[in-house]
């Protein structure tokens, strides 16, 4: 099965900058969280998503299109309990966006275990304990056999929804949540509004990496048939843009993704430029030029169905 390579620059987000693509791609920092549940990280199911990744066999990268992500915020994800995941096969994977949204999913025989996070890893780090703080946005765990899902935000107010959040652990917690709310009382709502919009951010984002698994791994592949356009007008450099991310295979979770396309009548191919994989194992590219010719329609499967 051969899948799309990319690589991103300018703006979009190079998945090797991610925070938790450096935290599971570190021996030391990946053994350490693997040990210990940081209070920023709300829950002890922390330690079991990281002990899942030291075995780095069969680990996927997904890249979430922007035409994807705006596809994903219609999924429902309101009702979802840990027995309607059941049927899920153990698996382990780093999901991005454009955005630098990201998250880590664990599938064991047991539950999901899901990590969201955002924006990219520092690389050099003053207070370890505080930069731990600023990996994680969310967590979600859905248990298969109790059928309980629990979602956790790293936010003081989560304090509301999640007694048993290790937030509590730190120090000067309740001072600080009882500071919030007396302020409040007083009619100074600064501090309130702050970790209110904070708490909002990173639930939506939450919630949306949640639909983009589901997409990932319940949408419905379709047949689609199509006329063929006579031209290519993408420029080259759009031709060009599939590549090979040295060491890291990427799937486009793009329109693709969840499609089997059919062009049915023959058409034209200008001539263009093209990135030749050659050497040893194919592993490098060169650009090569490919006259026009006629083509008599294709079949693309969608990737969906050849990653499984």
Known sequence: MRCRFVIYKNN???????????????????????????????????????????????LKYFHITDTTKKRITNVPVENITGS??????PSKGIVYFNDGLHFSYLIRNNGV???????KSRKKVNDPLFYTGEIMEGFLYYDFFSDSSTCYINNVLDFSNNKDTLLMKEKDFILLLQKIYKESENGNNEKLDLYTKDYTEKYNNTKLCLQSFMFIFYAKVIDTKKISQENDDRLISEKLKNKKVKEIEIIEVDTFYDENISVINPFSV?????????GKGRKETKMIYIDGFMKTGYNRIATKTKIN
Request: hydrophobic content about 35%; some cysteine.
């Open 12 to 58: 979009i987000m190079i998945i090797k900058d991610l925070k938790l693509f450096n935290v599971i791609d570190k021996t030391k920092t990946l053994n350490l969280f693997s040990k210990r549940a940081f209070t920023s990280f709300c829950t002890p199911h922390s330690k079991t998503l990281f002990t899942g990744f030291k075995n780095k066999e069969d």
């Open 84 to 89: 309607k995941l059941i049927d899920l096969k």
């Open 113 to 119: 275990y899901i990590m969201t996070s955002k924006g």
């Open 270 to 278: 200008n001539g263009h430029y093209r990135n030749q994989p050659f």
